[in-house]
Each structure stands twice: as structure tokens, then as C-alpha cells.
């Protein structure tokens, strides 16, 4: 087709429609394909080249971990990746396209050599970020945030998200004006834990400041004490110690608009005496994550419908004289709880059966139960078969509900009750693995795939609203259908478990080759 007559075709649809098309070619692997397409038509080069220029990636960590070898290699890398940034500063008709500028750094104690050609591109990125006019969102990691960062920052108009992670250290104190963004991260990584900084930054404005997360124990006040609350913030995420309540909880009473409140780190046995919170702070709270002791301090009083618990080990005996204290202060929250998480439970059914009656509204239910049952027995002969639940002249189940298994029995046959709007069951193991051992191994699971098939049929006959169940390591969704799917992990090791007995193909009509498994009119699993 002549260029003139291409060009002509092309403009004769609207451009909203081609650039909606191009949305599929935004990715690393597509950019040959856009170079491709920019090169058809002027049309085709106006849409592509801010998809091409759209996010600029300046990592010299793929030479450094071995993705290629050799001193050499690496240097090379380097002066490529300054030539091309150079090149983008010389030609500031691209630069205007670039929304998203993210630089890795590999000085440190990662870093193998170290030499100058490093330190000049990054002497040059540094100089650079302030030409990157149209920036929203600035990504840095492993590298020492300076004064000359900062401040080519804070003069970026369009810049409204900061990401620093693994941050080295701090540098500078001040800066002006002060870096204005919507949604600030820093994170330092390793050295989260270490000691409070008792220096004063006066770095960051709170003027926009939406999100705000800072996974740093060094940092988090200093911060926290210079910002001294925002009045646009809806979600904050942070680090916490006794020693540093009084800065955070000065930092809460100037956030009116705080809708979820999450503590990143895990301070164990958290018995602190509370400083003062009045009851006007926080007045929009919805959701928490963090440990029970300060969930149950600012929970009445606040719309909070959404608790996540975490860092807290209960047994049988500190049940009773910290989680039921816990859980009564829930209740004098101005709206129904309708989601609750919690961790490292006894195993005890009655436990169960409190949380169902004192918050009848749940609709998401997360518990994790000290049982570690002994892996079951799986036959892999025949998984069509559903065996029935074994019970006593009673109907009762025969296994006693203080076991995980004997407790899915017992919801299955709804001798224990769920809360009737229920939509995410979960039910785990709570034990502790290791974070650098061998994968999950399903054959150990405490429940065979028969009793899970089972408890997901049972349990849709007596919750219509139920979509989500979890087992603990194995996750089921349900869709609109009525069809469960087991998570695709799980769904891979039915395939390789059960062959050409579990899963059979479907006729000329399958759904792209999808194989399912029918359990009865209502309930379909289907294996992806």
C-alpha cells in the first residue's frame, strides 16, 4: 500500500482506537514492535513514541549479578546506559514522554568494584532528574539520597509519587523548597530495625501527601515529627516503638481524612502505656493492620470495619486474659465489623463460635490455628469420588471440632455456625516455615483433595455468598458461575497427581482447552 494512501487509512480512524490497540504493546518485550510501528506513518510515531519513552530504566544491576560476565562487560553496560541517558538530555523532544524515571544503584556493599564509570553515571543521572519535566513517579534504590537528589525533585511540577528503596542513608537534613508528592515509600531495607535517627529532616511537604509508607525505625519519627500530620493523608503505613508512640500518635491527630492505618514491623509482646489519643482523631479510620494491644486502644468510637492482627501468639491461657479483652473493644466501634484476621489462635472450636456471635456482620473471616495435623491420606485412584462426612447416631461429626479437620466437618454440617453474609473463609495451620527451606509440598496437607471438594460443596449449600475459601496453602474461588478453581499452583499439582483420572477433556466444545472436573449440577472445579 503507498505511504500516502496508509497514512490516509490510518487518520481515518479515531485516534482514541489506536491508541487503546498500542495499550497491548506496553511492555519490555514489545518495544521492538512499537519501534516498528512508529516507523509506518507520522501518525503511528506520534502515538508510539510516548509508549516507547513512557518509562526510563537506568540498571546496571543485570552486569553486576551475573546476567552478564566479566568486568569488562559490566563497564561496558555502564557507558551504555550514560550514553543513553546523555542522549535523552540532548534531545529533550523524547525526554517530555518520560513519566516514570527508575535508577538502581549498586554502590554498597553489593557493589564487586566500585570504579569511576560507575560513580560518573550516577554523578550524571543525579544532574539529570530535574530535565525529566513530565515525571510522575521517581523510583530509587540501593543508593544514598543526597541534598542534589532531593532538590532536583522538589522543583519536578508534575512529580507526584517517590519511591526509595533500600535506601543507604540520608544525607541531607534540609532541603528547599520541600519535595510535594501525593504518595512517598521509603524503605531502608536491612536496616529497618536499626536505632531511632535523632536528627531533624525537613525534607518532605505534606501539602499533597496522600500515602504515605516509611519501613524504617531510623527514619519514621524524624519524618513523622518534621511533616506533623496531613490533611490530605488516607492511607498511612509505618514503623513503630515504644519509644516512638508520642511522635505517632501527635502525627494521628492531625489526619483527618486517615482511612487505613497499617504497623509495617512486628513488635513482639507490644504492652506499652499508650500516650493520650483524643477521640476526634481519626474520625474516617476504616481499616487497621497491626498489633491487637493498639488496635484495641484506637478502635472505639471509630468506624473501623476492617481489623488484620498481627504479631500477637495466643494459647489457651493468654486467650483469656488478652485476645477476649482485645476482641470486646471491637465491639465499641461506631460501625459492624466485617472483616477480621487473626493470627496464631489455639486451637479451640469455642473460640470459633465467639468471634461468629459477636460479629454476626463478618464478611471476610481470616484465623490461623495451632493444630499441625498429620498430612492426609490422598488416593489418587479415583477423585471423582466424594465420601460423606462419618458422624454418630446424633449426626454429629465423629472427629471432635477442637482439630482443623474436624472443624471443617463441623462447618461443612453447620453444627458450627458461619456469620450468614459470609464471602472469604479461611481456616490455617498456623505453623512456621522456614523462609529459606524447601517449597510446599502438598502431599503433606492436612486435608485430601476429596475433603476439600467435599467442604467447598457443603459449605455453597449453606453460604450462596461464599466465593473464596482458604484451606491455608491452597486458595479456591468460586465465579458467577458457581464453578471453584483451585489456585494455579494446586491446579498443577492435580494435573500431575491424578493424570487422565482426574482430569478429563472436555468435548469439541471445551473452552480453549480448559479441563474441569464436575462435582454435582450446582458445583463446577474447574483446573487451569
Not at 458 to 477: A, M, N, Q, T
Amino acid at each position: 500500500m503507498p505511504a500516502s494512501i496508509s497514512q490516509n487509512y490510518a487518520a481515518s480512524i479515531p485516534v482514541e482506537i489506536w491508541e487503546h490497540c498500542w495499550t497491548y504493546l506496553n511492555t519490555p518485550e514489545s518495544t521492538t514492535d512499537l519501534n516498528s510501528l512508529s516507523l509506518t506513518n507520522l501518525l503511528f510515531r506520534d502515538i508510539c513514541q510516548p509508549i516507547l519513552f513512557h518509562n526510563f530504566y537506568c540498571d546496571p544491576r543485570r552486569e553486576v549479578f551475573g546476567l552478564v560476565k566479566g568486568r569488562q562487560a559490566w563497564f561496558d553496560e555502564i557507558a551504555r546506559l550514560e550514553n543513553r541517558l546523555k542522549w535523552f538530555l540532548a534531545n529533550p523532544r523524547f525526554i517530555k514522554f518520560v513519566r516514570v524515571l527508575v535508577f538502581f544503584g549498586v554502590l554498597g556493599p553489593r557493589d564487586p568494584w566500585g570504579d569511576p564509570i560507575y560513580t560518573s553515571l550516577f554523578s550524571t543521572f543525579k544532574s539529570s532528574i530535574g530535565s525529566f519535566i513530565n515525571v510522575q513517579e521517581i523510583r530509587l534504590q540501593n543508593i544514598e539520597i543526597d541534598q542534589r537528589i532531593l532538590r532536583e525533585m522538589a522543583w519536578l511540577p508534575s512529580l507526584r509519587k517517590v519511591g526509595l528503596q533500600n535506601v543507604q542513608a540520608l544525607l541531607c537534613h534540609a532541603v528547599f523548597p520541600l519535595v510535594k508528592v501525593e504518595h512517598l515509600m521509603i524503605d531502608t531495607g536491612r536496616s529497618a530495625e536499626s536505632q531511632v535517627d535523632e536528627h531533624s529532616y525537613n525534607l518532605f511537604s505534606a501539602e499533597r501527601l496522600q500515602r504515605l509508607s516509611i519501613n524504617s525505625i531510623q527514619y519514621c519519627a524524624p519524618i513523622l515529627s518534621q511533616l506533623s500530620g496531613s490533611h490530605h493523608l488516607v492511607k498511612l503505613a509505618i514503623c513503630l516503638t515504644v519509644s516512638t508512640l508520642p511522635v505517632i500518635f501527635s502525627f494521628l491527630e492531625m489526619c483527618p481524612r486517615l482511612e487505613f492505618f497499617k504497623v509495617i514491623n512486628n513488635p513482639r509482646h507490644f504492652y506499652p502505656a499508650f500516650p493520650h489519643l483524643p477521640s476526634s482523631a481519626m474520625p474516617l479510620l476504616r481499616s487497621y493492620f497491626g498489633p491487637g494491644t493498639l488496635a484495641a486502644y484506637i478502635a472505639p468510637g471509630r468506624p473501623l470495619s476492617a481489623f488484620t492482627i498481627c504479631g500477637e501468639w495466643y494459647n489457651a491461657k493468654n486467650w483469656v486474659t488478652r485476645g477476649i479483652p482485645v476482641m470486646a473493644r471491637f465491639l465499641d466501634t461506631s460501625v459492624p465489623v466485617c472483616k477480621l484476621s487473626l493470627p496464631l489462635l489455639p486451637m479451640q472450636a469455642d473460640i470459633l463460635e465467639r468471634i461468629v456471635e459477636d460479629f454476626p456482620q463478618l464478611i471476610h473471616l481470616s484465623l490461623a490455628m495451632k493444630d499441625h495435623p498429620p498430612p492426609a491420606a490422598e488416593d489418587t485412584t479415583n477423585f471423582d469420588e466424594m465420601p460423606p462426612i462419618e458422624v454418630n447416631t446424633d449426626g454429629m461429626p465423629l472427629r471432635p471440632s477442637n482439630s482443623l479437620r474436624g472443624l471443617w466437618d463441623w462447618l461443612c454440617l453447620k453444627k458450627l455456625p458461619l456469620p450468614p453474609k459470609i464471602e472469604m473463609l479461611r481456616l490455617a495451620d498456623a505453623y512456621f516455615k522456614q523462609p529459606y527451606g524447601p517449597p510446599f509440598d502438598y502431599s503433606d496437607f492436612y486435608l485430601s483433595h476429596h475433603e476439600q471438594r467435599r467442604a467447598l460443596v457443603e459449605l455453597s449449600k449453606h453460604y450462596p455468598r461464599l466465593f473464596i475459601v482458604s484451606f491455608g496453602e491452597i486458595d479456591w474461588d468460586r465465579d458467577l458461575s458457581g464453578r471453584w478453581q483451585p489456585d494455579p499452583k494446586y491446579a498443577d499439582y492435580l494435573r500431575q497427581k491424578s493424570g487422565s483420572v482426574l482430569l478429563q477433556k472436555n468435548d469439541g466444545k471445551n473452552h480453549q482447552g480448559h479441563k474441569r472436573l464436575m462435582l454435582n449440577a450446582n458445583i463446577t472445579i474447574g483446573i487451569y
